[in-house]
């Protein structure tokens, strides 16, 4: 099973990016999809997480501005970016809890990271 991130870039601010995570292999079920970033000298934090139902959550800093939607035909889920500041710039990581048939437990997969860097 691999997460492969794309959408990331330059953006000046108050612009707008889209990030896509498409998970691709083996899977059977994918069962929660969330978004972290890494800003350099600090920790990941989770920016939004999104259930197999469509349930969302978000950081208190990105409320408003983000939206995480899926599509679960697709095995992809999304990050919309809207309004972004330059405390947005980080590196940005897909991260799901897949099961990859109907015995196998879950395990968590990563992608390799999309950098965005919001700056003028």
């Known amino acids: 099973v691999q997460l492969v991130e794309s959408g990331g870039g330059l953006v000046q601010p108050g612009g707008s990016l889209r990030l896509s995570c498409a998970a691709s292999?083996?899977?059977?079920?994918?069962?929660?999809m969330n978004w972290y970033r890494q800003a350099p000298g600090k920790q990941r934090e989770l920016v939004a997480a999104?259930?197999?139902?469509?349930?969302?959550n978000y950081a208190d800093s990105v409320k408003g501005r983000f939206t995480i939607s899926r599509d679960n035909a697709k095995n992809t889920v999304y990050l919309q970016m809207n309004s972004l500041k330059p405390e947005d710039t980080a590196v940005y990581y897909c991260?799901?809890?897949?099961?990859?048939?109907?015995?196998?437990?879950?395990?968590?997969?990563w992608g390799q990271g999309t950098q965005v860097t919001v700056s003028s």
């Open positions: 991260n799901a809890g897949i099961s990859s048939s109907w015995l196998s437990p879950l395990r968590d997969y």
């Open positions: 292999g083996s899977i059977f079920n994918i069962n929660d």
């Open positions: 999104i259930t197999s139902g469509g349930s969302t």
